[in-house]
């Protein structure tokens, strides 16, 4: 086997890409992931990731099954993309700060911003934000002067979240989200109205089993459950749900709902098609919801103790403007 090496990759690799090798007819039937495991010293779950990524190809062509059986005289490549910044660079922005002291930070979180940074997203995030904010006032978390993200929202849900500025309420904060010993609910806007109006949905989630980038209600998900409870509703077409976690997985609320029948509106992920109950709504509500970009996700509050002086918080968000327009839409007559 050979290999071809150049310029540095990921930060965690020793050594980057691309790689390739011919497969002998002793290789031949083996594990891709596996080939390529070790190589510039790769392991073998980085591999796995970039496979799945796309990063690696057969005679030139795509394949992202890092279990694809070798074939005896095959040529296979490993791409590894070009190293993101290793720490996050300061950026001004302008943030919706609720309540802030010396230990953390509670914000309002505008639709569209990432929170911290990653792959496609390498700076512009909230991480970038709270660095050029509060940079200076940042204890030290791991060593480091950085925010401690301790819970995410995904990039199109809006809302409430906490930060820490120090180590121990990083670790406080921390443990309270691992052992939900916090309050949150969010408010989603659904297509359709669930029966009964008020109930639980206990499902399992994890990764779709043929669509890495999505998650799924599957068997051997982590345990997951979701409160919910209609606040209104417009016939049978849509209602807007409060939705409490006692679990918080990926995408929980939105997989749930989902899972349900009755997905978020505007889910770029969990929706489909075209629901059947946009028929049931007049033409410009119907346009209004169908037209909407992003997932009509709110996380409307959120309840814990400080977590240095233990004092009792608590935080609240309206509406943003754009899930306040649908729910007008809703809520204008037909003409006749």
């Known amino acids: 086997m050979t290999s071809t090496l150049s310029a540095r990759t990921d930060p965690s690799d020793p050594v980057t890409g691309p790689l390739s090798f011919t497969a002998t007819p002793e290789q031949a039937g ?17 591999v796995k990731v970039l496979v799945e990524g796309g990063h690696a190809a057969r005679d030139g062509t795509t394949t ?25 660079l300061p950026q001004a922005m302008n943030l919706s700060i609720l309540y ?34 509060a940079g200076d006032e940042l204890s030290g978390i791991g060593g480091e002067k950085r925010p ?6 995904d990039k199109d849900t809006s809302g409430v979240m906490v930060v820490a500025k ?16 916090l309050d949150r609910s969010y408010l989603a806007l659904t297509w359709g109205t669930p029966s009964p109006v008020t109930g639980s949905v206990e499902a399992p989630v994890g990764r779709h089993p043929a669509d890495r980038k999505r998650m ?8 997951a459950l979701t409160h919910y409870a209609t606040e209104r509703a417009w016939g049978a077409a849509c209602a807007l749900i409060r939705c409490r976690l006692a679990t918080g997985r990926t995408h929980q609320i939105r997989v749930h709902m989902a899972h349900l029948g009755h997905p978020i509106v505007g889910d770029p992920v969990y929706l489909r098609r075209t629901p059947g109950a946009a028929r049931l709504l007049p033409e410009g509500a119907r346009d209004a919801l169908l037209s909407f970009p992003r997932q009509a996700l709110h996380a409307q509050s959120l309840g ?12 609240s968000s309206p509406l943003p403007p754009d899930m306040a327009a649908l729910i007008a839409a809703l809520d204008t007559p037909e003409r006749a």
């Open 148 to 153: 401690g993200i301790v819970h995410r929202l």
């Open 30 to 46: 083996g594990r891709l992931d596996r080939a390529f495991a070790g190589m510039g010293g790769l392991s073998r779950s980085r």
């Open 166 to 181: 120090s180590e121990a309420a990083h670790h406080a904060l921390s443990t309270a989200f691992a052992e939900r010993d």
């Open 216 to 223: 799924a209600v599957v068997a051997r998900g982590k345990h």
């Open 100 to 133: 802030e002291d010396r230990d953390l930070i509670v914000l309002d979180k505008p639709a569209g911003l990432v929170v911290h940074p990653a792959p496609g997203h390498a700076d512009g995030t909230l991480v970038n934000a709270i660095l050029a904010h």
């Open 64 to 88: 992202t099954d890092p279990s694809e059986s070798l074939r005896a005289g095959a040529v296979y490549t490993l791409t590894v993309p070009p190293p993101e910044t290793a720490t996050p």
């Open 304 to 315: 814990f103790r400080h977590p240095v002086t233990g004092q009792p918080l608590s935080f």
